[in-house]
């Protein structure tokens, strides 16, 4: 396996929004839901979406139950991996949830969200099978930040544009002074 590039803000293709998935579940799709669950480890995500690593189709990983922090190798952090191809919600609650929400594509920064606190989600797995879920607390709420990603959308604009203008200037801050540490987790600027 792979890990790739992870695409920073305000990269055009984090803006675009994905293709779905057409031609079934391929082995070179594999791959890349493989590489991208190996990219999420190595840097620490609980979700990636296909376009933050510069494939604008789709597509989505994640894994809420995995063994975290900078002292477990990437190799024994795996929980339950989860990949969704095609995703689309086909329900949410009007109850809300609140949540402090961060991006591998909008590295060091932070801010809460507020997101409905339940979903129905359709989509396709890995081998190619038609699910549906409902899901709650954390993964609902990942999941609606990844097909986020999907849409061209960031956490970031959910915020008010004065919030949003003031993470943003944090990020450059941020970028340019961790550049080269970014550089070598496999972030590209």
């Not at 591998?104 to 409905?116: F, H, I, K, N, T």
């Not at 339940?118 to 879920?133: N, S």
Request: charged fraction near 30%; hydrophobic fraction near 35%.
């Amino acid at each position: 396996m792979t890990v790739l590039r992870i695409y920073v803000a305000p990269h055009p293709v984090l803006k675009k929004k994905a293709e779905p998935v057409t031609g079934g579940v391929t082995p070179k799709l594999k791959k890349l839901m493989d590489d991208m669950l190996e990219t999420m480890y190595a840097t620490d995500g609980i979700g990636l979406a296909a376009p933050q690593v510069g494939e604008s189709v789709r597509l989505l990983v994640l894994d809420i139950e995995q063994k975290r922090g900078e002292d477990i190798p990437p190799q024994e952090r795996r929980g339950k991996p989860q990949c969704y191809i095609n995703p689309e919600i086909v329900w949410s609650s009007e109850d809300l949830r609140v949540y402090n929400e961060g991006c591998l594509s909008v590295p060091g920064q932070y801010a809460d969200v507020v997101r409905p606190e339940k979903i129905r989600l359709k989509y396709i797995d890995y081998d190619g099978k038609d699910q549906e879920i409902e899901a709650d607390g954390l993964l609902a709420t990942c999941l609606q930040h990844e097909l986020d990603h999907l849409n061209g959308v960031l956490f970031v604009d959910h915020l008010t544009k004065l919030k949003r203008d003031m993470l943003m200037r944090k990020l450059k801050k941020f970028t340019k002074e961790n550049e080269e540490d970014m550089a070598e987790s496999h972030v590209l600027l």
